[in-house]
């Protein structure tokens, strides 16, 4: 079955620091990954996305996130963090009959 | 340049109340989905439609209905509203299905209290 993990169900990091959050998939094919930002009271934005190619995927917000097969990982980077990048990070993949599958999402805090 | 539209953004009903939440989108995308998604948890599909055919996700209560009138809109009916369904509904769109590599657009939400 098909299943998205991500282990940090909260991280705090200060302005300014870089930042990594992970994301683990259990899918048999070739995933389709998707990540996506919440802030509170919103609905989803996406962020970016792999479908197939080049394993390091470029997003929006400075974002990037790279397709490792061999760890069934899909994690998200970026370089500096802002104060407006505060919120709820999701990791998707899609699975058999076109179903999304979320994680549970990472709350990201960003202090000042 | 609002593309899913999700009205109203907070909706509150009486326990057992019908309820009903809309959706419409600009795009002009095939499907239409309906998500589910309760404080600190991950969206759960709760039906999806791919044009004018509905596909109701297995564990999807009976007391939760869709119709989809025409391709720029879709309704979320609860019919008798539980505490346990106060959340976050989320509407979203795209083109084609999932597997055909689609992304889904979502709305803002309509988050639902129910007293």
């Known amino acids: 079955a098909q299943s998205v993990t991500q282990p940090d169900i909260h991280i705090t990091v200060s302005e300014g620091a870089s930042l990594e959050l992970r994301c683990n998939y259990s899918?048999?094919?070739?995933?389709?990954l998707f990540w996506y930002v919440q802030s509170p009271g919103q609905g989803l934005q996406l962020l970016l996305k792999?479908?197939?190619?080049?394993?390091l995927v470029q997003g929006i917000k400075g974002f990037e996130a790279e397709f490792k097969r061999s760890q069934s990982s899909f994690n998200l980077r970026k370089p500096s963090v802002h104060w407006s990048d505060a919120a709820e990070y999701f990791c998707?993949?899609?699975?058999?009959?076109?179903?999304?599958?979320f994680g549970t999402g990472t709350s990201l805090t960003v202090i000042p | 340049d609002a593309m899913v539209i999700q009205n109203p953004r907070y909706q509150v009903t009486q326990f057992g109340k019908p309820v009903t939440l809309s959706c419409s989108q600009t795009?002009?995308?095939?499907?239409m989905y309906w998500y589910q998604q309760k404080s600190s948890q991950a969206p759960k599909l709760l039906f999806h439609?791919?044009?004018?055919?509905?596909?109701n996700e297995a564990d999807t209560p009976d007391n939760f209905q869709s119709r989809r009138p025409n391709t720029s809109f879709c309704f979320l009916d609860i019919r008798s509203p539980g505490l346990g369904d106060a959340a976050m509904y989320l509407c979203?769109?795209?083109?084609?299905?999932?597997?055909?590599?689609?992304?889904?657009?979502f709305g803002p939400g309509t988050r639902l209290l129910v007293l």
């Open positions: 979203a769109t795209s083109r084609g299905l999932a597997g055909l590599q689609e992304t889904q657009y």
């Open positions: 899918y048999g094919a070739t995933p389709y």
């Open positions: 792999y479908f197939s190619g080049d394993t």
């Open positions: 998707a993949v899609v699975g058999t009959g076109n179903q999304f599958y």
């Open positions: 795009l002009n995308h095939n499907v």
């Open positions: 439609y791919y044009d004018k055919d509905f596909n």
